[in-house]
Structure formats: structure tokens, C-alpha cells
């Protein structure tokens, strides 16, 4: 009689359990604690109000009926839509012939220090980087100081606290990332792909068109989400490089709790932030392909 | 205890464990306890308060550890509150003005008349409406200073920074900067309109606005103190509405272009004041360390903190000739004489100047 040999179906079974479903169980947990909960507590102050400094479960669309009848509150959601659809675009545009020239005109040896040197932003803390850029972009900035001297302008440019300061800050941070996770969909595309274009005929740009780019479009999906989530989200580069000549979202936000502890009216403007994020998701699903990264 | 322990474990399966141990491991990462160890405070403040030259002659001297906590915001504060523990918070620094509001809330314990040199106290704080709450102390000024004009003296005539409408004028259309705090900024509008801040009601809110928008064309950016100090050192704007003495106090040494100055119709006050949480287990403590604070050495420091310089409550405070000059201690009389204190909103009135704020910043 042969030995029993230990199978793949076997290997993947622990205790009776197939292991995917308990592999599956720390991320549920971690997202049932640490999203799904928070979520619905939060979906559920959304009906309350702060009434004379308390919190009352009064169960009112009161919130919601003065976030969308109020146009500064609308314009601050709208706002942030532009602003985080400019960084996506403009980043994009950056971050992918950076990533093309890196995977396929970079001899792979040099590579893993460019992409070092690529990262190395990332390794200060964000409040100092956008304080940084406020100090490159003030009326005595590197920048102005710079032109002033090399007599092109007479008096300051406005760089500093206008929107341009504030998408300027968020594509520095996301043409890194952005690069990175375009750069690791470039490198598994294999070459013979456009060899064989070649071979047939096909021009540079017609072998670019119709293979590299189009297998590409995970890395730059994955990479334009994660950009779009986050920068939607962010507080702090507007809030330094923005100057609040504009409301973004997130800033309302803490407008609403740092001032009057207002959670029920913060609430509604962050489901109203999780809605358009989450349809910025159906948006991209198609394309966010992990595997391919 | 092992016998305990073998107990429990003995009766558990895989489920109940892992169960267990994810419930064990939210409860001590989720909830927000600060806990005491022994021979600790913690205390709730604003940032001038988590200085170690303040704070460790008290350490020092009582044998305790304090664990200080900056926040910045009432309502910040409120919401720490809410998420911590009973007792686990023993004294708090808070906007004076806002004390009524918080007290009717039955977080501030009711101090007892002694424990403040109130005879020392400049009059002015002594007898604001939000010192006492229906005859009750439940926090003691210990801090005070001006909503004003900070400006670059290289650049801004001081003539128009006293005038009380600068922002307005357009000699410095975009070069203004304003401090990110609509109380204070409402109030000095409604100020410049010839109204006291203790008789704005909700009627006057209408006109405030319509001058609050009004400024907006000549405002450059609008900012926490950070980055108003920022933008005035760095050159992006000249004059910060809203700030004083607190801004640029510690910066005019190194930045002596720099200064500061009041309305000639006189500047806002704003104060702060320091309580004890009425479910702290530490009481008697914490009512040391307000003593402490209060005290002239204890107030000198509390001037003259990093974070920020300002006026000592205490008239006896421990200053030196130069702290002295830059807080324009001989100026107090006069500054005082015409300043106001801060009027005392109701909840609903808070949330509808919130709500022009907001507009102003997207306008």
C-alpha cells in the first residue's frame, strides 16, 4: 500500500476548515471593528443633534436638510471633487512616463536605486513637507526670490494658500506612489508582448497604444484610486498650503468638531465624503486588479 | 490566581479563546483609557501648559508625575471627554468664555472661593461674567490677552493697525491674514460696527456678516497661530486680524519688524481659565496644581511659556524687565480700561457664527 501523499487540497485544510476561510477571518474581524461598527455608529449620529452643548438622539434629517441646503457646504464637497480630480489627473500624467522610463529604459541594476531615491520623500513626516513647500512658495520664497532676481517679475507671485499651493503639495506625495504601483504593473508586462507588435509591424507608439498601456491600466487604476481616496480625505495639505481661501471637505469637518463638537452635523458632511468615495470605487472596480501588482 | 487561570482556560474552546483574546485586544486598543498610575495627574490643557519649566517645579515638589494633554478647541476638548473614562482627567485649562456653557454640563467641579489670589487678579477678570456662574467658581483666569492686530511695522503704518479697519482698507488688499477663530473675529467686527460683544444678540449676526464678507477680498489666507506666524515672519501677508500679544510676543526678539497693537476703541480680551473635573479621583491635587499655576512664580512662567507669551492674570506675577516690555506690561491700564471681555453665546448663536465663518472661508 503507498504512503498517503499530502495533496494541495489536503495542504489547504486546517482543522477540517478550508485555510482561505480562516486566512479570511483577522481582515473580517479588523473590518467588522474597525470599519463596519464605526461606520453604522456614525451613520447613526448623523440623525442626532447637538441641542444646547448636549448630543440628542432626536432621529432628524435636520442635518442633512441644511448640508444640502447650504451652498458653502455643497461648494466644500464640490471642492474637494475638483481638487482631488486635478491631483489624480496631473499626478497620472507625471508619475507614468517616470514609471515607463524606469521599467523599460533603466538597466535593472540601476533600478532599485532610483527607486530608493523615488521614495525617499515619503520618509518626512507630511506636516513638514507641506510646511517645507509653504517656505518654497511665500511671497520670500525660493521661488519669488529666484524670479524677482533674475529681474522676471517685479513684485511677488500669490504661490502660497491658493488652490494651485494645495494640489501643487498633494501631487509631490502622489506621483511617488502613483509611479510606484505603475512602475510594478510595467516590469510584469513581458517584453516579448512588444517583440512580437514589432515584429508584425507595429510602430513604437502603435505597440505602446495597444499593448503597454492597456495592460498597464491596473497599476495606473490602483495607483489613481489610492490617490483619489486619500487626497479626497485630507485635511492637513490644504489646511497649511490652501491657507483656507476655499473649504475642502475634510476641513468642514473639523470645522464641526473642533469648534462645537457638532458630531452629528461632522457626520453627515463624512458619509456624504464615504458616498462619493465609494462611488469613486464602482467607478474604478473594473480595473482594480491587486493581483496584477 | 493560577488555579483562576486554569479555570477559565480548561472550560474554553478554540472559538471562545480567539473570541476572548479579540475582545481583550479591542478593549485595550479601542477604548480610550488614560488611566493613573500612582503618583500621577493628568491634565487636559492648552499647549503653554506643557512646558517643563512650568511643570516640573510641581512634580518636584508634590513627588508626582504630570501627563499633560494640548488640545485646541473647546470643542476638542468636550469630545476628549466624552471618550474618556470617568476620573480619568483631573484638571483642564479652558476659553473662559466657555465655562458657563461647560459647567452647566456638570463636567467642572465647584472651587472652593480660597484657592485663588483673587485680590491680585486683574479687576477686569475678576469680574467678567464667566468668571462666576451664578455666584460659583468652576475655572480661575490665569491667562489673558487681546484679539487685536498683529502687523510688520516696515510696512504697516501703526496708525492703521489702531484704527480698528484695516482689514478693509485697501492699501492692503491681499496682505492680510486673519486668525482662524470666528468667535473672536465676529466680535471684533461687530467692535469696529460700535457695538459692545457683550450686546451682540442673534438680531445683530446680519450686519456682522455682511462686513465679514465684506473683508474677504483683502484677505490673503486664513489661518491657526502656526501659520499666521508663518505667513507674517515668511512675508506672505502684513497684518493678522485676531492676533496680538499671543502671536508674536516670542517671535519680535528674533523678527524685531514686528508688533502688535489694539484697536484705539479698545481690543477684545480673551482669557483662559484652569479647572478641576468634577469626577477626577484626585481633587485635592489638582486644586495644588491650580494653586501652583496661579501663584506668582508659577504665573511668570505660565507667561512666558514656549508656545506662546501672554498676559499673567496675577498681578504679581514673577516677569523680567524684557518679558515685561514685550507683553506691554505699563500699557495694561490703559489697554484694559477700554478693552471689552467676551460676550456669552448661547449654543445656537455659536453654531449660526460657525456657520457664517464657514461661509466667509469658502466666499
Redesign the interface.
Known amino acids: 500500500m503507498p504512503a498517503p501523499q499530502t495533496t494541495l487540497k489536503d495542504a489547504s485544510r486546517l482543522g477540517g476548515l478550508p485555510l482561505t476561510r480562516w486566512a479570511a477571518?483577522p481582515a473580517l474581524?479588523f473590518s467588522l471593528?474597525f470599519f463596519v461598527a464605526p461606520f453604522l455608529v456614525m451613520f447613526a449620529v448623523s440623525f442626532w443633534q447637538?441641542?444646547?452643548?448636549?448630543l440628542e438622539a432626536t432621529w432628524t434629517l435636520a442635518n442633512y436638510e441644511k448640508f444640502f441646503s447650504?451652498d458653502?457646504?455643497v461648494?466644500?464637497l464640490i471642492n474637494s471633487i475638483e481638487v482631488t480630480l486635478i491631483t489624480t489627473v496631473i499626478s497620472i500624467l507625471i508619475a507614468y512616463p517616470l514609471a515607463y522610463i524606469l521599467a523599460f529604459k533603466v538597466p535593472p541594476r540601476w533600478q532599485r536605486i532610483i527607486l530608493l531615491l523615488t521614495v525617499l520623500p515619503f520618509w518626512t513626516a507630511y506636516v513638514v513637507r507641506s510646511?517645507s513647500w509653504?517656505?518654497v512658495l511665500?511671497?520670500?520664497?525660493i521661488v519669488n526670490s529666484t524670479l524677482i532676481t533674475l529681474g522676471l517679475i517685479g513684485e511677488?507671485i500669490?504661490l502660497?494658500?491658493t488652490r494651485g499651493a494645495t494640489v501643487l503639495g498633494f501631487v509631490h506625495f502622489f506621483t511617488m506612489l502613483l509611479t510606484l504601483t505603475i512602475y510594478s504593473n510595467l516590469i510584469q508586462i513581458p517584453p516579448n508582448y512588444r517583440h512580437a507588435a514589432a515584429d508584425l509591424g507595429a510602430s513604437p507608439l502603435q505597440a505602446f497604444l495597444r499593448i503597454t498601456l492597456p495592460l498597464s491600466a491596473p497599476g495606473v487604476a490602483v495607483g489613481a484610486f489610492l490617490t483619489f481616496v486619500i487626497t479626497i480625505g485630507d485635511y492637513i495639505t490644504p489646511?497649511?498650503l490652501g491657507?483656507?481661501?476655499?473649504?475642502l471637505i475634510p476641513?468642514?469637518i473639523i470645522?464641526?468638531?473642533?469648534?462645537?463638537?457638532?458630531?452629528p452635523m461632522a457626520s453627515v458632511m463624512s458619509i456624504t465624503l464615504m458616498v462619493v468615495v465609494t462611488g469613486c470605487y464602482l467607478a474604478f472596480a473594473r480595473h482594480l486588479k491587486m493581483d496584477k501588482l | 490566581m493560577i488555579p483562576r487561570i486554569k479555570a477559565i482556560t480548561g472550560s474554553m474552546n478554540r472559538r471562545r479563546f480567539?473570541a476572548g483574546t479579540?475582545g481583550a485586544a479591542?478593549a485595550s486598543t479601542?477604548l480610550p483609557r488614560v488611566g493613573h498610575a500612582e503618583g500621577e495627574l493628568n491634565i487636559l490643557v492648552w499647549c503653554d501648559h506643557v512646558d517643563a519649566k512650568l511643570l516640573e517645579p510641581f512634580e518636584a515638589a508634590h513627588g508626582v508625575k504630570i501627563n499633560a494633554k494640548a488640545y485646541?478647541?473647546?470643542?476638542?476638548a468636550?469630545?476628549i471627554l466624552?471618550q474618556s473614562a470617568a476620573g480619568d482627567w483631573d484638571a483642564i485649562v479652558i476659553d473662559a468664555p466657555d465655562v458657563p456653557?461647560?459647567a452647566?454640563?456638570g463636567i467642572l467641579m465647584e472651587l472652593p472661593e480660597d484657592i485663588a489670589p483673587w485680590g491680585d487678579i486683574f479687576p477686569e477678570l475678576r469680574n467678567a461674567p464667566y468668571t462666576h456662574v451664578n455666584g460659583k467658581s468652576y475655572a480661575i483666569p490665569e491667562k489673558f490677552g487681546y484679539y487685536g492686530f498683529c502687523y510688520n511695522k516696515d510696512v504697516v503704518d501703526p496708525a492703521d493697525a489702531s484704527r480698528g479697519d484695516i482689514a478693509w482698507n485697501e492699501k492692503y488688499k491681499?496682505r492680510i491674514g486673519v486668525y482662524?477663530y470666528?468667535f473672536p473675529v465676529l466680535q471684533m467686527i461687530g467692535m469696529s460696527m460700535g457695538l459692545k460683544p457683550a450686546d451682540i444678540k442673534m438680531s445683530d449676526l446680519g450686519a456682522i456678516r455682511e462686513r465679514l464678507l465684506a473683508m474677504k477680498p483683502n484677505?490673503?489666507?486664513?489661518?491657526d497661530i502656526v501659520?499666521v506666524q508663518?505667513?507674517l515672519v515668511?512675508?506672505?501677508v502684513d497684518v493678522i486680524v485676531g492676533g496680538a500679544e499671543f502671536a508674536v510676543s516670542n517671535l519680535i526678539p528674533t523678527n524685531p519688524h514686528l508688533d502688535w497693537t489694539i484697536a484705539d476703541h479698545g481690543g477684545l480680551i480673551w482669557n483662559q481659565g484652569i479647572g478641576v473635573l468634577a469626577n477626577s479621583n484626585r481633587k485635592e491635587l489638582a486644586m495644588e496644581f491650580v494653586k501652583w499655576i496661579l501663584s506668582s512664580k508659577g504665573q511668570g512662567l505660565l507667561a512666558t511659556s514656549d508656545c506662546f507669551w501672554a498676559m499673567p492674570a496675577n498681578s504679581t506675577a514673577e516677569l523680567s524687565d524684557e518679558a515685561k516690555t514685550l507683553l506691554r506690561w505699563d500699557d495694561q491700564s490703559d489697554f484694559l480700561a477700554k478693552s471689552n471681555v467676551s460676550l456669552l453665546p448661547s449654543?445656537e448663536m455659536?453654531?449660526e457664527m460657525?456657520?457664517m465663518?464657514?461661509?466667509f472661508?469658502?466666499?
Open positions: 477571518y474581524t471593528l447637538r441641542l444646547r452643548g448636549r447650504r458653502y457646504l461648494d466644500a510646511y509653504l517656505l511665500s511671497d520670500n520664497g511677488p500669490a502660497a494658500y489646511q497649511i491657507g483656507n481661501t476655499e473649504v476641513q468642514a470645522l464641526q468638531i473642533s469648534r462645537s463638537a457638532n458630531f | 480567539l479579540a479591542a479601542l485646541e478647541g473647546t470643542g476638542t468636550l469630545s466624552e456653557q461647560v452647566d454640563l491681499g482662524d470666528y484677505v490673503k489666507m486664513v489661518g501659520s508663518n505667513a515668511t512675508g506672505s449654543a455659536d453654531t460657525l456657520d465663518w464657514t461661509e472661508l469658502q466666499s
